[in-house]
């Protein structure tokens, strides 16, 4: 079965604060997402990676930055923490193909305050 | 118009029923295509995949129309525990691996 692991299930970091969220998939998967859930919203991409090194924007990379240095982990980071950054974030993995489907870490709630 | 669209509910049915969802996509070059199911507070998780020539598993059937641009999942002999949210997913041909989500159809089962 495949494990995604995120490192906190609750974090809460006041406004400016630098966050780092953390991400390790056990499947060797070529491919890495971050996520973001809000009510009404829906899942929307921050940003995903097909390679050690290699990052893409995804639809609302703004505020974010991402790092992946070795394949199993992809690091997600808040510069400077905002209110409007209070969400749930998801990580997910998947290896290539076509249709090969997103495997989920169990989230990570971030509240900044 | 929004690239993957679904009625978000909630349905509420009895126990035993039979309900169908549909979830709507924009883009006609959309290559693969996957219903996930989200508990209350917890991460997605994979229900199926879909297959254009439609496919089941169990209780659950999927179904793809190329044509009018939708996909669908029938849940028969309803659950309480099938009560949970039901969200679309599509995958566009050459966007990568890029996946769309839709925001979801909510579904309660009741007595």
């Known amino acids: 079965d495949v494990k995604v692991t995120q490192s906190s299930r609750y974090l809460v970091k006041r406004t400016g604060e630098k966050v780092f969220l953390e991400c390790v998939q056990d499947m060797d998967h070529e491919n890495m997402f971050w996520y973001r859930q809000d009510p009404g919203l829906g899942l929307r991409l921050i940003y995903f990676s097909y390679d050690v090194k290699m990052k893409e924007k995804g639809d609302i990379p703004e505020g974010y930055s991402v790092s992946r240095e070795k394949k199993e982990r992809f690091s997600l980071i808040l510069e400077s923490a905002s209110t409007n950054q209070t969400s749930m974030y998801l990580c997910?993995?998947?290896?290539?193909?076509?249709?090969?489907?997103?495997?989920f870490g169990n989230g990570t709630r971030l509240t900044v305050t | 118009r929004k690239e993957v669209e679904q009625d978000p509910g909630p349905f509420n049915v009895p126990e035993g029923a039979t309900v169908a969802f549909n979830c709507t996509y924009s883009n006609s070059a959309s290559q693969s295509f996957f219903w996930y199911r989200q508990d209350c507070r917890k991460e997605p998780k994979l229900l199926m995949s879909v297959y254009s020539s439609g496919n089941e598993d169990g209780r659950f059937t999927a179904q793809l129309n190329r044509a009018s641009q939708y996909i669908s999942l029938l849940i028969r002999d309803s659950k309480l525990s099938d009560s949970a949210t039901y969200l679309c997913v599509v995958r566009l041909t050459g966007g990568g691996n890029k996946l769309t989500f839709g925001t979801g159809t909510q579904l309660k089962v009741e007595l």
């Open positions: 997910a993995s998947s290896s290539t193909g076509w249709n090969s489907p997103l495997h």
